[in-house]
Nanobody, 120 residues
Framework: QVELVESGGGLVQPGGSLRLSCAASGFTLAYYAIGWFRQAPGKERERVSCISSSDGFTHYAASVKGRFTISRDNAKNTVYLQMNSLKPEDTAVYYC?????????????WGQGTQVTVSS
């Protein structure tokens, strides 16, 4: 089975930055496309970003494009999400998951995620 563990969340002021990590256990992350998703209280989970396994393709939601950057360090079996110029509307629990070529999640069971709170 696969296991992905998110970390790096926290409380930041608007305009601040965080770097989230998605660490894989039990499989080689380099072989999979990975996406970041987020869910705020009372709202549906939404796709934030994804990165392909082989060709370097990346996708960003319009709301985060230019502010967030997804990357991967295959030697560390980890995918990152660098989050800059954070806004209060970025507040959510952030999850990572394996995704299809269209960035749809393929993981049936979601982990605990990591909380990001942007507030003054």
């Amino acid at each position: 089975q696969v296991e992905l563990v998110e970390s790096g969340g926290g409380l930041v002021q608007p305009g601040g930055s965080l770097r989230l990590s998605c660490a894989a256990s039990g499989f080689t992350l380099a072989y999979y496309a990975i996406g970041w998703f987020r869910q705020a209280p009372g709202k549906e989970r939404e796709r934030v970003s994804c990165i392909s396994s082989s060709d370097g393709f990346t996708h960003y939601a319009a709301s985060v494009k230019g502010r967030f950057t997804i990357s991967r360090d295959n030697a560390k079996n980890t995918v990152y999400l660098q989050m800059n110029s954070l806004k209060p509307e970025d507040t959510a629990v952030y999850y990572c998951a394996t995704v299809s070529a269209l960035c749809d999640p393929t993981l049936d069971s979601w982990g605990q995620g990591t909380q990001v709170t942007v507030s003054s």
